[in-house]
C-alpha cells in the first residue's frame, strides 16, 4: 500500500502546472463560406505526418478554431463540414514556437467531394510579432562543428554577438561558451534558454546543460521577443526543441578522434628537450529514436515514442606550465645572485632600518651581502617555501626566469545521457517526459602535478548539468 501511495502522490504532483515558455507550435484561424460568413461548428483534424497521431477541434460562432500543442514536423490539415465540400491542405510544415495563421475557405457541395490542396508552400506567420531564426537538424548535421557543440550555430544568426574569447571548451561541458553571446546588443547571460520549454539557465545566469547535438531536432533565435509568454531576458530568446520518436526508427552512431601522432611539438617543449605531448580525444555515442516495441507486449506506434542517446567524450593530454621558482640558496634567505633581467643586482632593504631621510621621505639599510639573517626567516614562511619543488632548469637571463618547464596532466571526461518519452493519450492529451545530464570531471592546470601544496582547483572539478 505504501507503494501505491507513493504512485499516485508522484503522479499527482506531476499534474500541476510547471512554470514553462510553450516551445511547441500552433495553427489557427477562420473556417468560411466562399462568400466571407463564418461556418460555426466545422471540424478541424490536424495529423501528424511522422507519427500518425491526429488532434481535433472545432470552430466557434465566429468560425475560429486553434489548435495548440503541435511537435515540429509536417501536418495534414482536414476542415469539414456539413454541406460543403472536405477541405485538405497537405504537407504543412510547423517549427519550434511557430504561430501559424491559416483560414480556410469552404465551398458547397457534399461532404464526399473533396478539395485537396498540395505543394509545401511557405505560410506567413501572422498570429505573432515575434520574429526569429530557425536552425533544423539538417544544418546541425551537415555544417563543421568543432567539439559538436550546439552553441556554435548560435553564434552564426543574425543579431547575435559572440563575447567570449576561448576556443578551449568546444565539448558539452562549455557551459562558458554556450552562456557567452549577446542578442541584440544585450550584456551576456542575459538571455533566456529554453530547452523543450523549461529555462535552461540557473540563478547566476549561466546556461546549465547543452544538449548533445544529435538530440536537438531544431532550436529557434528570437531576436524579438514581444510574446509575454517570454521572460527572464534583457535580450533574446534561445528555445531549443529535442527530438520526438517517430512511427519509424532511426539511429546513428559516431566516433570522432584526435591522437598526438598527428600533431607537432610545440617550441616549448623543443626549447627544453621534453618530448612531444600525448593529446589523445575521442568523442563517441549513439543516438535512437522510434515507437516502443516490445513484440507481443507494446506496440507505440501512433501513440508511445521515445528518444535515447548516450555522448561519451575522453580527453588524455598535459598542459605545459612554466614558472620561476626560488633556488636552494634563496630558501635559506641568500639572494646574492638575485639578479634582475638587465643584469642589475636586486638590492634586499631591512624595514626594521626604515627612518626618516632630511628629504622628508624614508631610507632604510641594505641587509649584509643581501642575506636575511635565519633569526629573521619567519619558520611559517619557511615551512610554506619547502613545499616549493626543485628547479628543473636553469632558467633564461641574469635572472634565471622561467626555471620550471613541466607537462602536467590534462584529463577529462564527460558520460552525457539524453532521453524523452512521448505519449499521446488521446486527441486532447499529450504527455511528455524527458530526462539529460551531463556529469563531467576534469584534472587539470596543476602547478606542481605531485605535490600535497598542488595550488590547481581543478583537482578534480567536477560538475553536473
Known sequence: MRLVRTIVVFFCLALLPVAAQENRASISGQV??????????????IRSLERNISTSTT????????????????????????????????????????????????ELGALAETITVTGSVGLLETESASRGQLVTSRELHELPNLGRNVFQM???????????????????????????????????????????????????????????????????????????????????????????????????????VANNKFNANSFANNRVGNPRPQANTNLFGFEVDGPVYLPKIVNGRNKLFFMFSYEGWRSRGVDLQNF???????????????YAANGQLVTLYDPLTTRPNDRGGFVRDAFPGNRLPANRISPVASKAASFYPQPIYAGEGPGQVNNYVRPTPNIFGINQ??????????????????????????IRALGWGDNVAEPSGNAPLTRNG
Open 32 to 45: 468560411t463560406d466562399s462568400s466571407g460568413g463564418a461556418v460555426p461548428g466545422a471540424t478541424v483534424v
Open 59 to 106: 470552430t466557434n460562432d465566429s468560425g475560429r478554431y486553434q489548435v495548440a500543442f503541435l511537435l515540429p514536423g509536417g501536418y495534414v490539415i482536414s476542415v469539414e463540414a456539413s454541406g460543403f465540400r472536405r477541405y485538405v491542405r497537405e504537407d504543412v510544415r510547423l517549427a519550434s514556437a511557430e504561430k501559424l495563421g491559416l483560414d480556410v475557405s469552404l
Open 154 to 256: 548560435v553564434w552564426a544568426m543574425a543579431g547575435v554577438t559572440r563575447t567570449g574569447n576561448s576556443w578551449g571548451s568546444m565539448s558539452p561541458q562549455g557551459v562558458a561558451n554556450a552562456t557567452g553571446f549577446s542578442l541584440n546588443g544585450s550584456r551576456a547571460g542575459e538571455n533566456e534558454v529554453l530547452l523543450d520549454g523549461v529555462s535552461d539557465v540557473h540563478g547566476g545566469r549561466q546556461v546549465k546543460n547543452v544538449p548533445s547535438l544529435e538530440t536537438v531536432q531544431e532550436f529557434k533565435v528570437i531576436t524579438n521577443p514581444y510574446d509575454a509568454q517570454y521572460g527572464r531576458t534583457g535580450g533574446g530568446v534561445l528555445t531549443f526543441t529535442t527530438k520526438s520518436g517517430t512511427n519509424e526508427f532511426h539511429g546513428v552512431m559516431w566516433e570522432f
Open 324 to 338: 620561476t621558482l626560488p633556488v636552494n640558496a634563496q630558501r635559506a634567505g641568500d639572494f646574492s645572485g638575485l
Open 417 to 442: 545521457v539524453a532521453s524523452r518519452i512521448d505519449y499521446q493519450l488521446n486527441s486532447k492529451n499529450h504527455f511528455h517526459f524527458r530526462y539529460s545530464n551531463t556529469p563531467f570531471e576534469e
